[in-house]
């Protein structure tokens, strides 16, 4: 799903909200966790989970392509970690595939 996307299924969900009033919804919001994360902070969001800054120090990598080992910078990366509510409804589809 897109942000495009999302902004058309909450306007399709029979709100009085303008197209142009609910992408500005979105963006506001995303904008609040880009700073939030930029900030090392964490965004925990209740039943569907936790937006995080981890750490990484550096290390000696490999290069894939040539086996060549290459220098990797210390860094900060951001995570998820699902919520038990989301877990189990991503657990409850139909079997659409096998495992």
Not at 29 to 49: A, C, V, W
């Amino acid at each position: 799903m897109t942000k495009k996307d999302l902004v058309e299924k909450i306007r399709t969900r029979g709100t009085d909200f303008s197209k142009k009033d609910i992408n500005f919804a979105v963006d506001a919001i995303f904008e609040g966790m880009r700073k939030t994360l930029s900030e090392g902070e964490k965004i925990e969001i209740r039943d569907f989970g936790v937006f995080g800054v981890t750490a990484r120090r550096s290390r000696m990598g490999r290069n894939p392509k040539t086996g060549e080992e290459a220098y990797v910078p210390a860094r900060y990366a951001v995570f998820f970690k699902t919520g038990k509510e989301l877990k189990e409804m991503v657990n409850r589809r139909p079997d659409s595939y096998e495992i």
